[in-house]
């Protein structure tokens, strides 16, 4: 089994159109999709998250995330504060480098996240390009949400019309990230063909 970590961005972008979004197992290789509290704090802290996305806090939702979500031992949360620690000192060391290219630079939260992924050998999914950055930097495994979707399209637990409806959609909420721009005419050129 290996996990497969949304960061808050992710799983707002496909928990209302992924259904079940959180805990379904798919592919040969087993990934098991999950998050963490850490996603339910930074939409709860957050007015404006809270405005875009009133479902978050759907009764459906809400049960999926408090069922499903990771949760960490004590030894397990030592080694991610201690990842963590190291992740942020290295973008703080270079913020330029982390914020070029039109990236902006990981927050502690993000780093929280990539040392997870790093402790309990998960992969993040994350669109934000700093951390793509970071990630590489450590070797840490990050996917982008259109590879994401590829993933489940090629498990069979998505169509290709969910993808265009969820292109559609953050279309629509000028919410396509540049990373999805580009795969829909590479990874999924097949799909929007027509």
């Not at 089994?1 to 960061?7: A, G, Q, S």
């Not at 992740?87 to 703080?92: A, F, G």
């Not at 990981?106 to 950055?133: K, N």
């Amino acid at each position: 089994m290996t996990l497969v970590l949304l960061d808050t961005n992710a799983y707002l972008r496909l928990a209302k159109r992924v259904r079940p979004a959180i805990g379904i197992k798919f592919g040969q290789k087993g990934y098991v999709l999950t998050i963490h509290k850490l996603v339910e704090d930074e939409v709860h802290n957050s007015p404006r998250l809270k405005s875009l996305f009133p479902w978050f806090d759907g009764e459906e939702f809400v049960k999926e995330r408090l069922a499903k979500q990771i949760r960490l031992s004590e030894d397990e949360k030592a080694s991610v504060t201690a990842a963590q620690s190291v992740l942020h000192q290295s973008v703080l060391d270079d913020v330029v480098r982390y914020s070029s290219n039109g990236r902006s630079p990981p927050s502690p939260a993000d780093c929280f996240l990539l040392a997870l992924g790093q402790v309990r050998e998960a992969i993040v999914v994350t669109d934000d390009l700093g951390m793509h950055a970071l990630a590489s930097d450590f070797d840490l495994k990050v996917w982008h949400g259109f590879q994401l979707l590829d993933k489940l399209r090629s498990a069979k637990v998505i169509d290709a019309e969910l993808i265009r409806q969820i292109y559609v959609a953050l279309e629509n909420n000028g919410d396509l990230p540049k990373s999805w721009k580009e795969a829909k005419q590479t990874t999924f050129s097949k799909i929007f063909a027509n």
